[in-house]
């Protein structure tokens, strides 16, 4: 069974950092390009970032270009999001979400809260 | 950027009903498409893959069609588990885009 679990959301300041965390298992995560995605509270969803299976091919939404980045560990099946400068417009449920070919998307995780507030 | 346009915003229905949404691209995006439900606190959750391709475990009254830049998603009887907001995404190049939503709910 896929499952993705993300962490390390939370509370942090204007001008703050945080890093999110996706634990993958069900699945040859070295084989698949990962995604994360986010959602402001009661608006929809905003595509953030993606990664191929090697790393080799990064995409950032504009709106984080600069301040977020996105890698993996495949030896550890996790996905990460290092969130610096960080905006009370960034303040959004965060979702990792594997793609199965062609850029899209199929299984999500949870969701991870991150509030970004003085 | 690719713009993804869904039409209704909302819809109030009655179980039973046949409930017909619909995405448009601003841009070509062939069948690069895919819809989602996502109910309250929960991650989104794939229907439709390719436009028209049913995701597996998902019920047969859900169905997709369209390709290029107009696209719906049929619920054909609404059954009280669907109320529920349902987003487009397009995934023919990125940025990636979502439509805005279109939210479900019972009459």
């Known amino acids: 069974e896929v499952q993705l679990v993300e962490s390390g959301g939370g509370l942090v300041k204007p001008g703050g950092s945080l890093r999110l965390s996706c634990a993958a298992s069900g699945f040859t995560f070295s084989s698949y390009s990962m995604n994360w995605v986010r959602q402001a509270p009661g608006k929809g969803l905003e595509w953030v970032s993606s990664?191929?299976?090697?790393?080799?091919?990064?995409y950032y939404a504009d709106s984080v270009k600069g301040r977020f980045t996105i890698s993996r560990d495949n030896a550890k099946n996790s996905l990460y999001l290092q969130m610096n400068s960080l905006r009370a417009e960034d303040t959004a449920v965060y979702y990792c979400?594997?793609?199965?070919?062609?850029?899209?998307?199929?299984?999500w995780g949870q969701g991870t809260l991150v509030t970004v507030s003085s | 950027d690719i713009q993804m346009t869904q039409s209704p915003s909302s819809l109030s229905a009655s179980v039973g009903d046949r409930v017909t949404i619909t995405c448009r691209a601003s841009?070509?995006?062939?069948?690069?498409l895919g819809w989602y439900q996502q109910k309250p606190g929960k991650a989104p959750k794939r229907l439709i893959y390719?436009?028209?391709s049913l995701q597996s475990g998902v019920p047969s009254r859900f169905s997709g069609s369209g390709s290029g830049t107009e696209f719906t998603l049929t619920i054909s009887s609404l059954q009280p588990e669907d109320f529920a907001t349902y987003y487009c995404?397009?995934?023919?190049?990125?940025?990636?885009?979502f439509g805005p939503g279109t939210k479900v709910d019972i009459k």
């Open positions: 990664i191929s299976s090697s790393s080799s091919y990064i």
């Open positions: 995404l397009q995934h023919n190049s990125y940025p990636l885009t």
């Open positions: 979400a594997r793609d199965p070919g062609l850029r899209a998307t199929d299984y």
């Open positions: 390719a436009a028209s």
């Open positions: 841009q070509g995006i062939r069948n690069d």
